[in-house]
């Protein structure tokens, strides 16, 4: 079946810009993910979502930084007010979501580029 | 302190060689997940395999084989008779209890370089 997919990308916008970045998961499965990885390092953790609710938002950097998930499927995160510190690859993954531990599986990401 | 340490920042050899990519973790649970991903250059990441703290059984799959060590918190990853095709950077990852086990902490990563 059809993995993870996320759309754009690739985007590039301008500081103060705002931008959206969507992410549609494995078909059933419940457990949602978003990972930031900037250059040479690992994906780290922003936010987890448990059917359409936010359940860990700790990873999220500040408050420019937002993602819904309305509908228990497609996932939007959206950075308000671009900086180029935001400049990375955001990657979105998704799980079974009925127990702990399971394998998280990635999309191939959106290059964000902040000018 | 880091949590997951991949203290090889690259490593170079030539087909056909075997190689060890090295993992330590720090947790303060008994119960956690160790998992290993794969990125081509494509830049997707590829699952490779998830252990859970309770099974330390080693691990084969074809050239791939993977040795969990709880005594020194470690989780090595071998591919042997390696090929061009198995160039990539790879990560391992710590999933644990007292996050709900829903947050995945990554090691910097390994690069490896295949030549022919």
């Known amino acids: 079946g059809a993995g993870v997919s996320q759309t754009p990308s690739n985007k590039v916008t301008e500081k103060g810009k705002y931008v959206e970045l969507r992410c549609d998961p494995i078909?059933?499965?419940?457990?949602l993910y978003w990972y930031r990885q900037s250059l040479g390092q690992g994906p780290e953790f922003l936010i987890y979502f448990q059917g359409t609710g936010a359940a860990d938002d700790s990873g999220l950097p500040n408050d420019r930084f937002f993602a819904v998930r309305p509908e228990g499927s497609v996932s939007t995160l959206k950075i308000q007010r671009t900086e180029r510190g935001d400049s990375a690859v955001y990657l979105c993954?998704?799980?079974?979501?009925?127990?702990?531990?399971?394998?998280?599986?990635f999309g191939p990401g959106t290059r964000l580029l902040v000018l | 302190a880091q949590k997951v340490t991949q203290a090889q920042t690259e490593i170079s050899v030539v087909e056909k060689e075997d190689v060890t990519l090295d993992c330590v973790y720090e947790t303060r649970d008994t119960t956690y997940y160790l998992f290993w991903y794969k990125q081509p250059p494509s830049g997707e990441l590829v699952f490779l395999i998830r252990?859970?703290?309770?099974?330390?059984q080693n691990e084969i799959s074809g050239r791939y084989s993977w040795n969990f060590q709880k005594s020194t918190s470690s989780f090595n990853f071998t591919i042997t008779a390696s090929q061009v095709v198995d160039s990539a950077v790879y990560f391992c990852?710590?999933?644990?209890?007292?996050?709900?086990?829903?947050?995945?902490?990554f090691g910097t990563g390994t690069r490896l370089l295949v030549s022919p």
């Open positions: 078909s059933g499965h419940t457990a």
């Open positions: 990852a710590l999933s644990e209890r007292h996050t709900g086990f829903q947050k995945l902490v």
């Open positions: 993954a998704s799980s079974l979501g009925t127990t702990g531990g399971e394998t998280q599986y």
């Open positions: 252990r859970n703290s309770f099974d330390e």
